[in-house]
């Protein structure tokens, strides 16, 4: 049964969100833009707390735990997609599918490896965080573009969308080093005990 605890309410909520957001983005009003990057920055906040919440009440659940990362995608990705159609470039483009197409791979990574019952093995680590935490930043600076205390956000938020999108790859490759380890030592464990049926 499910269990709508609320770290998954703040995630269904951090998932409707986004289009709200895409709609901000594109209102014929001066301050749709700073309020969408208000609304992205209370999403990222609101996925950092929600994990807490999960693991400083125990309210941690597995549909919670699908859902998360789900919610984080999405917003990512929309947001992506909508700052690539506004400012349209190669670098830009080439950094939005860096950035997709990892999280798309490692989602399907984690699929193969749960279904090995090795999930654990390309759970987030060290790396993965900081990749996220660079990239929520920079996303919102891109959204509010404007300059704030004389700071270029947007040219500040590209610079770390590119820091993120090498953590990105560097995450991945780490990832599918761990995942290709489980997967040998999985297959070599089930080659050192075989089915060698009753005996006599």
Not at 59 to 73: C, H, M, R, T
Not at 124 to 147: C, E, H, N, S, W
Request: proline residues 5%.
């Amino acid at each position: 049964m499910i269990r709508f605890t609320l770290p998954t309410i703040l995630t269904l909520i951090r998932m409707a969100l986004v289009p709200v957001l895409v709609l901000l983005c594109y209102l014929p009003w001066e301050h749709g833009r700073t309020l969408a990057a208000w609304v992205f920055l209370a999403a990222a906040l609101t996925d950092w707390l929600d994990g807490w919440i999960a693991r400083k009440y125990d309210l941690s659940s597995d549909f919670g735990a699908f859902l998360d990362p789900v919610a984080d995608k999405l917003m990512v990705a929309a947001t992506l997609i909508v700052l690539v159609q506004q400012h349209p470039s190669i670098p830009l483009a080439l950094l939005a599918v860096v950035i997709i197409g990892r999280e798309i791979s490692i989602s399907a990574l984690r699929e193969w490896m749960a279904e090995m019952g090795q999930r654990g093995i390309v759970k987030v680590g060290a790396l993965g965080k900081f990749k996220t935490i660079a990239q929520m930043t920079a996303l919102t600076l891109m959204l509010y573009r404007d300059p704030l205390f004389g700071i270029p956000t947007y040219n500040l938020g590209y610079l770390l969308l590119a820091v993120a999108a090498v953590l990105t790859v560097w995450s991945m490759v780490k990832y599918l080093q761990a995942a290709l380890s489980g997967y040998n030592d999985s297959s070599a464990s089930s080659k050192a005990s075989p089915d060698r049926g009753p005996s006599s």
